[in-house]
């Protein structure tokens, strides 16, 4: 059955339909839906400008004993100019500002477990890189839909930094936490 489509068409020859008559029609969403609607989604945004000494540094922190785990969903970067780097850490040391995470649900008084963080110093300690990826200009998007997931005591720290020159850009972090 080459280039044959297996769900959800009639035609085809394995065809499945909603039989969940709770919900009319049935609704499938992705976890963040559920998360927010529970006032459990949250990000953290931040902008700056990305020089050779300066770089944008972003961290959601889940502190030792808070009882909760985050799951990141997104990691959103963009850039001004080409060139820039962007890099996943974990577990690595930020000193910055402390932020409050913003509730993707507003109408929610739920506040995150999760401590963040921004700074323009780079990150210290040995942290692991996830992994590192030269920008373009514009937006990059990483749905990572729960696939980094921090128990208790982990980080995930995004670094922007730029081989020259300096360059406006921005980031966001976002995860949901159970």
């Known amino acids: 059955m080459p280039n044959e489509t297996v769900f959800n ?13 709770y ?52 990691i959103i970067a963009s850039t001004g100019t080409a060139s820039v780097t962007l890099t996943l850490l ?26 963040a963080r921004t700074a323009t110093a780079a990150p210290t300690g040995s942290p692991a890189t996830l992994m590192s990826m030269l920008l373009a200009i514009g937006p990059v998007i990483l749905n990572m839909d729960g696939r980094i997931i921090l128990p208790p005591g982990n980080s995930l720290t995004i670094s922007v930094t730029i081989a ?7 980031g966001n972090i976002s995860w949901w936490e159970f």
């Open 90 to 115: 974990r577990n690595a040391t930020v000193s910055g500002s402390t932020v409050t995470p913003v509730n993707y649900n507003f109408g929610s008084s739920v506040t995150s477990v999760g401590t």
């Open 9 to 21: 068409q009639n035609s085809q020859p394995l065809y499945t339909e909603q039989v969940n008559t």
């Open 23 to 74: 919900i009319a029609p049935g609704i499938d969403t992705l976890p963040e839906a559920g998360a927010a609607m529970s006032g459990l989604l949250f990000g953290i945004p931040f902008a700056s400008t990305v020089g050779t000494s300066t770089p944008l540094v972003m961290q959601i922190a889940n502190p030792g004993g808070s009882g909760r785990t985050l799951y990141i969903s997104r």
């Open 164 to 170: 020259s020159g300096s360059t406006a850009a921005t």
